[in-house]
């Protein structure tokens, strides 16, 4: 297996799990808090800054932006981690096969030359709030949807931004998972064998 | 396995050959044009137009269409074809697992209490238009683009028209396949282990 498989994921749909598991299974490194540690480390920004830019956008921090800077694209630290993060998804990937979360990453080394097998994995509403109450303790349903939709708005609109296409079109991924329907277990060996198997 | 299998598919995709290696490697029925047959019989409609109605939608032809009827949701043979179409698919999905390609199958069976996987093929367009040029003998690189374009168009608004949904958004399916990326071994086995694993 000489992949790097990247996996994009709907909050609360098992992402995080399901791409450790595939990366103990296959034996390789898995990134995710480690691109945001080594982006702070690199750019100089704060870690809370860096965690809470480099994946997600809300249209509100855009408006805001937009009022403070006069522009939501010229000086904004937003695009300054962007392009940090970036390299820095590009170093890893270039050390080897990995299993890489999020963060743009099956856009990023599209064109690099690396080989990758993008995966992005979704669930409905309900797995999700199942897994997020059991993360967070969160047991209100309103409060568990509300969580839910800030982040796909968030995550959707940051994807959108850095890459001009749509979050969880099939058509930007190799292999879409609902990791509701299909469970944890199935999905990691259908990663897996597709890793395994594409040439 | 007791799963009825929907296959949706862009047009050059592989859906029809990968999902009768599917329903071969599981010893099962597979409906493509059994449907539009049936269809026919029941509805009295023509064979021609039920293939022609049955699964796409142009909007010239539902342009010129509320020109004729004054409505485009009244009187409508393709509603008409839609509903025998409906009853046809659920008849054969209640008889046993099986492979029901495109059609909005996939929708049809949502609510209905039956088993499925729901499955999403595509493909890009360079490996789709070597597929059709080998089918249809098409060789002219514009005309297979115009081809594909106007597939992608009719089926697209066929699945909207009907379902309210997104074609291809990965949300619709249990599991997506790039056949381009993935090769048709690969899809035909990630398809019969999930409809072999899930529960």
Known sequence: MNKVITISREYGAGGHTIGKRVAQELGIEIY?????????????????????????????????????????HYHDPQDAIHDVQRAIILKFAQQGPCVILGRCADEILRDSGIETLNVFIHADDLHRAVR??????????TELQRMIAKKDASRQNYYTHY??????????????????????????KLIVEAACSIE
Chains 1, 2 share one sequence.
């Open 32 to 72: 995710d808090r480690d691109i945001v540690r080594e982006t702070a480390k690199a750019s100089g920004f704060e870690l809370e800054l860096v965690e809470q830019e480099g994946e997600e956008t809300s249209r509100t921090s855009y408006f805001l932006k937009s009022l403070v800077t006069g522009s939501v």
């Open 132 to 141: 997020i109450s059991e993360k967070t303790g969160v047991t209100n349903a």
């Open 163 to 188: 890459t001009g296409k749509k979050w969880g079109d099939s058509h930007n991924y190799d292999l879409t998972l609902d990791s509701g329907a299909l469970g944890d277990d199935l999905c990691v």
